[in-house]
């Protein structure tokens, strides 16, 4: 396959996936958040309050609200990344006013009802993050932050923002209900978004210490118990200057809680330390493309 024939192809596949994405966010945005009158995030959260007081268009605010943002940060964004994330703000206007209202509204319970929106915000805005575009909001605002205050946090950034919006619908509409639901949906769209992009990488880490000439041992239960490799180290204890082994391994949650249960009893003398890991590469694990580049 020709250079130009694989550049095409990556650009339909782009496409494809801000379709997707886009029509998760469309029919959970108009479809169920807006029946359940919840107090969303975002840019969206912002076309949301509009559309209920005054029954604007909420793609049509939403795109309004993206562009000045966008030419903004174009300086930062870069070309490529600022086309592919109008495109996608274009592709969500369109199918959040045209496509949305021809789909049945649905009137949930309002748990059930931000359950689904939480997990479809998720899987949508993952979907697009992996192909690098974008749908603005939020993203352009923490870009435009970072720039002028680098120090700052990217999660307070993108918290503060969150909280404004969520909160500006509470009070307008003197819903606290709608408050908690929005901090929820918040909450389910991040983790499901880390759990789509990191999660076939992430797991833990243990590092194991004891003493010297003990580490193959360790090493061989890891092994037997899950098949798992495992890295020793020299060490060597602060108070008393003692020689130790190191054992280092990764895996999945349940296998490094399979190692702990384990040498809990068969070393109860060593010292375990368990850590999160957010992303694993290399024999045994699989490599995630994020971006449409390997991380």
């Known amino acids: 396959m020709t250079m130009k024939n694989e550049h095409l192809k990556s650009i339909l596949i782009d496409i494809l996936c ?3 994405g886009c029509m ?4 959970a945005t108009y479809n169920v958040a807006a029946p359940a009158a919840f107090a969303i995030s975002g840019f969206s959260g912002i076309a949301l309050i509009l559309y209920r007081l005054f029954g604007f268009s909420m793609g049509l605010t939403n795109f309004v609200l993206n562009i000045p943002f966008a030419l903004i940060c174009w300086k930062l964004l870069g070309f490529r990344f600022l086309a592919k994330s109008i495109r996608c703000i274009v592709i969500q206007t369109v199918l959040l006013d045209v496509v949305a209202p021809l789909l049945p509204v649905l009137q949930l319970d309002r748990m059930i ?3 689904i929106v939480g997990v479809f915000y998720g899987v949508a805005f993952a979907i697009i993050y992996m192909r690098g575009s974008s749908t603005g ?5 923490i870009m435009l932050a970072k720039h002028y205050r680098p120090y700052v946090k990217t999660g307070v950034i993108s918290f503060l923002t969150e909280l404004v919006t969520i909160a500006a619908a509470g009070i307008v509409f003197k819903d606290i209900e709608a408050v908690v639901y929005g901090i929820l949906i918040v909450f389910l769209s991040t983790t499901t978004i880390d759990r789509i992009i990191l999660g076939m990488n992430s ?3 243990a590092w194991i210490v004891t003493e010297k000439g003990n580490g193959p041992n360790i090493a061989r239960q890891i092994d037997e118990l899950t098949s798992r490799g495992a890295t020793i180290l020299p060490g060597r204890g602060a108070y008393h200057n003692e020689e130790k ?7 999945s949650y349940r296998e490094i809680y399979s190692i702990r249960r384990h040498l809990k009893v068969s070393e109860p003398k060593a010292f375990t330390i368990i850590l999160d890991s957010k992303e694993v590469q290399g024999e045994g694990f699989e490599i995630r493309k994020v971006a449409g580049e390997t991380e």
């Open 245 to 251: 082994d190191v054992v280092l391994v990764t895996g």
């Open 18 to 20: 801000e379709v997707a």
């Open 203 to 205: 797991g833990a880490v």
């Open 113 to 115: 009802a931000a359950l």
């Open 137 to 141: 909001g939020i993203d352009f605002i």
């Open 24 to 27: 998760l966010i469309a029919f």
